[in-house]
């Protein structure tokens, strides 16, 4: 069985958010076994903790929102994946304002932060979720299927009426190699015809052309 992980020190680094536009300071700590991952609003009173579960999702447009009451932490998907491609069980995270710095729009920033810290093992034995038996799921034109396998593998197929996208397709078996030089450095996109549509809806006002890839017409 594989150990849970942690980091061995924290690491702070610090940006704009993409939707929000808030400038942000974020910290990365240590945490002890079965604590799982916990972002903290320290910019609140009293420091408002958020477990990064499914329960505590309260938004997911053109990113993921975690909130408890008042307390909100918006795109916190390229941290989660960070974390889950260096294989990180257990982190407390303490920002001071409500969005994780967007970087370059990937998750490469982030996993070079928690690099830095030096990831370490704890003694306790890591908790996994079983797929028994296929789950499939439909929205829209969205399609999820989740099959039993003895590995973590993500399959993805996108179809995008344009010349420069179409449709493509990619397989990987997630390992922290994998997730490093493959993963990690795959940057956020939108169309350029979407801009102004985004914006209006309140989103992107942190965006530019060094925080995402746009796809002109």
């Known amino acids: 069985m594989s150990k849970q992980r942690t980091i061995a020190s924290e690491v702070t680094f610090g940006g704009v958010g993409l939707h929000t536009g808030s400038l942000t300071s974020v910290t990365f700590?240590?945490?002890p076994p079965?604590?799982?991952?916990?972002?903290?609003?320290?910019?609140?009173p009293g420091r408002p903790a958020i477990p990064a579960d499914i329960d505590h999702v309260v938004d997911v447009s053109r990113g993921t929102t975690i909130g408890i009451g008042e307390a909100r932490v918006h795109t916190i998907e390229h941290s989660m994946a960070a974390m889950v491609g260096l294989g990180i069980d257990n982190l407390y995270i303490e920002l001071d304002a409500p969005e994780i710095p967007n970087g370059d729009g990937s998750a490469e920033p982030v996993m070079s932060a928690l690099l830095k810290a030096g990831i370490e093992e704890q003694d306790a034995?890591?908790?996994?979720?079983v797929i028994d038996r296929p789950v499939y799921y439909?929205?829209?034109?969205?399609t999820l299927n989740i099959?039993?396998?003895?590995?973590?593998r993500v399959t993805l197929t996108i179809a995008y009426d344009h010349v420069a996208i179409g449709t493509q397709y990619a397989s990987f078996t997630i390992t922290e190699d994998t997730f490093k030089n493959q993963i990690a450095p795959a940057r956020t996109f939108c169309f350029l015809?979407?801009?102004r549509m985004l914006q209006a809806a309140g989103l992107i006002m942190g965006g530019s052309l060094e925080s995402a890839v746009v796809i002109g017409d």
């Open 29 to 31: 700590k240590p945490a």
């Open 34 to 44: 079965d604590t799982g991952i916990v972002f903290f609003r320290v910019d609140l």
């Open 125 to 129: 034995e890591k908790r996994y979720i």
């Open 138 to 142: 439909r929205q829209d034109d969205v």
């Open 147 to 152: 099959l039993p396998c003895d590995e973590l």
């Open 193 to 195: 015809r979407e801009v």
